[in-house]
């Protein structure tokens, strides 16, 4: 690989890649709403209340708590086996941002987050293709959809919000690190991008940082020789694609540092479990074609006489390789989560794009009329090919909180509130299965994800008997013997906290089945097995809602555009050439600024829930066109 002006005497594709007058909106605004229009069509329907992912109770009352109580409060929020992810700052924080500039609470933006970021990711792509691969215009949807629609996004959007943010900022993150290579991007983009990455998700932010690594080192050779020239060696590709990834670690960990949030332990999981998840979403990838594809795609981008689309291309090839180390070494017995990693390779859809392109580009080259139709063709069935699987598997995804659940968690919440209950709350959970433990995590995020803010951390689940839970004993069932070792896993983290008599509280949509519980009914399915009483009748609860159908298309565009505002003055001041490319990156760039400023300001003791979440978009918009100001009045000074 060797970073520099394209040859004069050997443009890349036709177009050379660029985006000229009214082609910005006409290439991209349509795949970006077919790609959100998936995400949102499941909600914009009667039959789905909640949204859809296991994991997203728990990141909506992470982000209530901190836009409450700020970054600092995660730590200790959770007793053992839950978990806080204190290190995954990010989505707390832009959910503060969100509200405090649109008035979306957590719990909504659940239902938003995968069609923004999957729209994200749509831009970022067509980026891509545009600036690193030279595409002409007319392939820009495809690498949108294909990409935006893939399944490495589909997978994270359901539930895994961190995840799904990576991605959002990932491609950025590549491509401003290759801009910066090529002369055409300042370093201090890149850098702030891949900043927001180790925010928001930093074990995949090192191995992003890794493939950056090495395309630097591949660029080695030429970068030597460059460093001679009148840039020296800090005009160098390797030395600018370093500084990206220096500055973003740096910038990265003072972040984590300043918002309390030092990366805890790595969950871990046995080779065996690895490899049955590896086994369930293996399919989900379609690799028998989309291989193929990436591999024809491979060989096109990284072939050929324009040596930006050389370094597009392989840099693309490095990314979507990464999966092969980590299956060789769980092949060999090696805990390794290759699911997670193939979902991280977003080089594996952009591959399989560019090669989908190649295609129809030859048949156009080589039929004539007829090739170019047969192109349009082409370009259409692996655009449909994409929608359809991609929505039917999204359509597929569960919506495991149930609004009854909801309901009774704000009538306990309302109770806590009423009777004026100190301390820490004991909810007793007892469900009708044989292998309760998910029950409890899910009755742990659903009910914290409801409760007022200022009583999260000190909400707190019981699997078993209340009574046990009374006497400080975890729960012993002869006829299940496996039923105590359960019970004693959930117990052992808060059996300090029920020997100081706590209040103790039965939510009957987590214990069906089970006999009443002795106690006081204070709201419907809300039983006090101890604690004060209610003054008087509870007034009822506001419950989270999903917003109408009107709302959630209005919503989605509002966040789009906030992200798109606070990045766009980043991306027009910061770089050269490609005006276009740039400005489909600013979403991702807003992300990031975003992220980075929210940090900032927590650890100054701004809270988002109150004029303080303003701070991170207001100041990151202000900051985006600050060179351009700062250049206007130093040439009005000049004349």
Known sequence: MEAGATDPESPGPRDGGRLAGGALPAALFLPVLVVAAVFLAPYLGS?????????????????????????????????????????RAGYPVLAGAVRAVLGVEPFELAFLL??????????????????????????????????????????????????????????????????????EGRVVVGAVLLAGAVLVHWIFAMLLAGVLGLVALGLLPGSVRRA??????????????????????????????????????????????????????????????????????????????????????????????????????????????????????????????????????????????????????????????????????????????????????????????AAEVEGPVVFVVDPPTHDPGFAVRMAHRIIRAVLPADRIADAHVYLGDPLEAAAGRFTVRPARPDFAAQSRKFWVGIRDILQREPAIVVLSSFSRGAPQPPGTIVAPGVTVVRGPAAPGPLEPPEVPAKPGPVALIALFLGCLALLAAVGSGWSVTMGSGALAARLASAPAVGLAVIVVLGVAADGLGLRSAGPGGLVAPVAGAALGWLPALLGRRAGRRAT
């Open 228 to 417: 001679s020239g009148p840039g020296g060696v800090a005009g160098s590709p390797s030395f600018r694609i370093g500084a990206v990834v220096g500055g973003g670690a740096v910038l990265g960990a003072a972040g984590l540092a300043l918002g309390a949030s030092w990366p805890a332990e790595v969950p871990r999981l046995t080779v065996g479990q690895f490899r049955n998840k590896l086994a369930r979403f293996l399919p989900m990838y379609h690799l028998p074609v989309v291989a193929p594809l990436a591999a024809v795609g491979a060989t096109a981008a990284s072939g050929g006489r324009d040596r930006r689309r050389r370094l597009g291309g392989a840099t693309a090839l490095v990314w979507a390789a990464l999966a092969l180390p980590a299956f060789l070494l769980l092949s060999v017995g090696e805990p390794a989560p290759v699911h997670r990693i193939l979902a991280f390779s977003l080089g594996i859809p952009l591959l399989a794009a560019a090669g989908t392109v190649w295609i129809a580009r030859l048949a156009a080259d080589r039929l004539g009329t007829a090739g170019r139709a047969l192109a349009a063709a082409i370009c259409l069935a692996g655009v449909g090919a994409t929608v359809a699987t991609g929505s039917a598997e999204w359509s597929a995804e569960r919506a495991p909180v149930q609004t009854e659940q909801l309901l009774e968690a704000a009538w306990a919440g309302r109770y806590l509130e």
């Open 47 to 87: 039959e789905v209340d909640t949204p859809f992912g296991f994991d997203t109770p728990k990141y909506i009352w992470r982000a209530r708590l901190v836009m409450a109580e700020g970054l600092d409060s995660l730590p200790g929020a959770a007793r053992d086996p839950f978990r806080e992810n204190v290190d």
């Open 114 to 183: 995968p069609a923004v970021a999957g729209a994200v990711v749509a831009l970022s792509a067509a980026a891509y293709a545009s600036w690193a691969l030279r595409e002409p215009r007319w392939a820009l949807p495809v690498y949108a959809v294909a990409v935006g629609l893939s399944m490495n996004v589909v997978l994270t959007a359901g539930g895994l919000a961190d995840n799904l943010l990576f991605g959002a900022l990932a491609l950025a993150v590549v491509l401003w690190a290759l801009m910066a290579a090529e002369g």
